[in-house]
Nanobody
Framework: EVQVMESGGGSVQAGGSLRLSCTAS????????MGWYREAPGNECDLVST???????WYTDSVQGRFTISRDNVKNTVYLQMNRLKPDDTAVYYC??????????????WGQGTQVTVSS
């Protein structure tokens, strides 16, 4: 059974920080490409950040320098540290596991999402 579960969302004022966590099990986590997507109401599902099994990271331009993705293979957990949050960061954030491409909710394994709300 594959399980992907996000946590750490919440409400924060602009300029604040949150750390999202994603714990995944039921597959080969260590070799898995992991990612964070976000989806705001009325907007498309956008890829925010990825990290490969060997630690190569990628960020979308809008979060570059503010967000940091990391992973702990012992804990089967990937993190997204979000600093200097902006209202435009408000969205449901999804953890995606075992990605083979940029296919929102149609590839790999997905968590239920965690809400991040940033107020001005």
């Amino acid at each position: 059974e594959v399980q992907v579960m996000e946590s750490g969302g919440g409400s924060v004022q602009a300029g604040g920080s949150l750390r999202l966590s994603c714990t995944a099990s039921g597959f080969n986590f260590n070799d898995s490409d992991m990612g964070w997507y976000r989806e705001a109401p009325g907007n498309e599902c956008d890829l925010v950040s990825t990290i490969s099994g060997d630690g190569i990271t990628w960020y979308t331009d809008s979060v570059q320098g503010r967000f940091t993705i990391s992973r702990d293979n012992v804990k089967n957990t990937v993190y997204l540290q979000m600093n200097r949050l902006k209202p435009d960061d408000t969205a449901v954030y999804y953890c995606a596991a075992a990605l083979t491409g940029d296919y929102c909710k149609s590839d790999g394994y997905w968590g239920q999402g965690t809400q991040v709300t940033v107020s001005s």
